[in-house]
C-alpha cells in the first residue's frame, strides 16, 4: 500500500468523452506531481504543484487539464484524448523541492483511450 | 536537458550481487536518486546521493563519481522479489521549483 492514493485505478475512455483522475495524499507534502509512464519506458513529468499553485509545465497538450483544490488533493482532468495517451498516470508528492526530497507515488490509474 | 543511460536489461541468481549502472548528462547536478518499480506498482524511493561516495541501506548501497558523471545501485544477496525495473533520477530546478527526471530504467530478472 501507499500513502498516495489514485483512483480510479483503470479507465476507459472514447475520444470525445471527458473524464478526471484523482489524487490525494495526506503526510502534508507541499509538492504534489503528475507523471505519464508508457510500457517499459520511464515515468514523464506532465506537471508539478507546489503549495496548491501550478509551477511547472511541461508543454502538456491542453486536452490534459490539471487541478489543485487543496493541499491534498490533485487532479487530472481528461478531454478529447488520442489513443496514443494510453499509459499509465502516476500521481506523486514530495514533502518539499529540495534536491533529497524523495517522491512518494501513489499505483496509478491505468489508462486506455479507444 | 537531462540525459540518464542505463543498461535496458540484467539478469542475476538469486543469492548473487548484481550492479546496475548509470551514467547521466545535466545541466547542473544536485545529487543522484534511485527507484523500484514492481510490474504494475508504484515507483518507490531507495537511495538519494548527494555527495561522492557509497551509501549502504541494508542489502541495498549506492554508489556516484561526480567526476565521472556515473552512478551505480548495487543489490546483494539478491531475492526473487528484487525482480522489478531500477531507475536512476536526478532532481532540476526551473523557476526554483524542483522536477525529477529518470533514467532509462534496468529491468532486473532474479533467477533461481
Known amino acids: 500500500d501507499t500513502e498516495v492514493t489514485q483512483t480510479p485505478k483503470h479507465l476507459v475512455m472514447g475520444m470525445t468523452n471527458k473524464k478526471s483522475l484523482k489524487c490525494e495524499q495526506h503526510?502534508?507534502?507541499?509538492?504534489m506531481y503528475w507523471y505519464k509512464q508508457k510500457a517499459k519506458k520511464p515515468p514523464e513529468l506532465m506537471f508539478v504543484?507546489?503549495?496548491?499553485?501550478?509551477?511547472i509545465n511541461e508543454s502538456v497538450p491542453s486536452r490534459f487539464s490539471p487541478e489543485c483544490p487543496n493541499s491534498s488533493l490533485l487532479n487530472l482532468h481528461l478531454h478529447a484524448l488520442q489513443p496514443e495517451d494510453s499509459a499509465l498516470y502516476l500521481c506523486?508528492?514530495?514533502?518539499?523541492?529540495?534536491?533529497?526530497?524523495?517522491?512518494?507515488f501513489g499505483n496509478g490509474t491505468r489508462l486506455t483511450v479507444t | 536537458g537531462q540525459s540518464l543511460e542505463q543498461p535496458s536489461e540484467v539478469t542475476a541468481v538469486e543469492g548473487a550481487i548484481v550492479q546496475i549502472n548509470c551514467t547521466y548528462q545535466?545541466?547542473?547536478?544536485?545529487?543522484l536518486s534511485w527507484y523500484q518499480q514492481h510490474d504494475g506498482g508504484a515507483p518507490t524511493f531507495l537511495s538519494y546521493?548527494?555527495?561522492?561516495g557509497l551509501e549502504e541501506t541494508g542489502r541495498f548501497s549506492s554508489f556516484l563519481s561526480r567526476s565521472d558523471s556515473y552512478g551505480y545501485l548495487l543489490l546483494q544477496e539478491l531475492q526473487m522479489k528484487d525482480s522489478a525495473s531500477y531507475f536512476c533520477?536526478?532532481?532540476?530546478?526551473?523557476?526554483?521549483?524542483?522536477?525529477?527526471?529518470f533514467g532509462t530504467g534496468t529491468k532486473l530478472q532474479v533467477i533461481p
Open positions: 545535466t545541466s547542473g547536478f544536485y545529487g
Open positions: 506523486a508528492s514530495s514533502q518539499d523541492w529540495q534536491g533529497n526530497s524523495p517522491l512518494h
Open positions: 504543484y507546489s503549495y496548491e499553485k501550478l509551477s
Open positions: 533520477a536526478v532532481p532540476s530546478f526551473s523557476g526554483g521549483y524542483q522536477k525529477v527526471t
Open positions: 503526510m502534508g507534502h507541499r509538492a
Open positions: 546521493n548527494g555527495l561522492d
